[in-house]
């Protein structure tokens, strides 16, 4: 019996000359995939390839994680994931868990289904994305801003909070005169 393959594993099989490693990280697959059709930096192919390695990622959570924010069992499937052993009995309970929970996204994604992976939190929204940004391993906030269990774990990855409820701001660098 042929086992159905998930979205990213859909997305990887499109390219039939590249072997998938599901288990390395999916981004890190995605730059292998790159290298290995040799895509040059903002140009068309890399450009489709990572939308749709995106909208793969996306979908894979979706699939692996559910949709329904009113699916206490969706609610504590994710929170096994990320290591609570005895998740919340209500919606409330777990949507508070992960409202106050540091999580990269990718590193979500990328344990599916596998109970020996627990995903590492992190204690502040900074160190999320200091980890995200060394790793590579960012999530399109535009899945994340589509609604479901999804829109919970959502981030500021790029301008993280300051840890006081504030988030921190890049300066414009000031025109040079002559």
Known sequence: MERDLGPLEDFFASYAA????????????????????????????LIGAN???KTALIRQFNVSYGTNKSSLPDW????????????PHTISGCQEIV???YVNLVDLVDAR???TK?????????????YSKRTK???????AKAGGILEYFLRHIF?????????????????KTQ
């Open 76 to 87: 504590q499937g994710v929170l096994r994931q990320m290591g609570v052993s005895d998740p």
């Open 118 to 130: 627990i995903v590492r939190t992190f204690p502040t929204e900074k160190a999320l994305s200091s």
């Open 18 to 45: 590249f072997t998938y490693n599901p288990s390395a990280p999916s981004t890190r697959e995605f730059r292998r995939l790159a290298k290995a059709n040799q895509w040059e930096p903002k140009t068309g192919p």
């Open 159 to 175: 301008q993280p909070g300051d840890g006081t409820g504030k988030r921190t701001r890049r300066r414009k660098k000031k025109a």
């Open 113 to 115: 289904g596998d109970p």
């Open 137 to 143: 391993k960012i999530f399109p906030k535009e899945g």
């Open 99 to 101: 409202r106050n929970s």
């Open 51 to 53: 939308k749709a390695f």
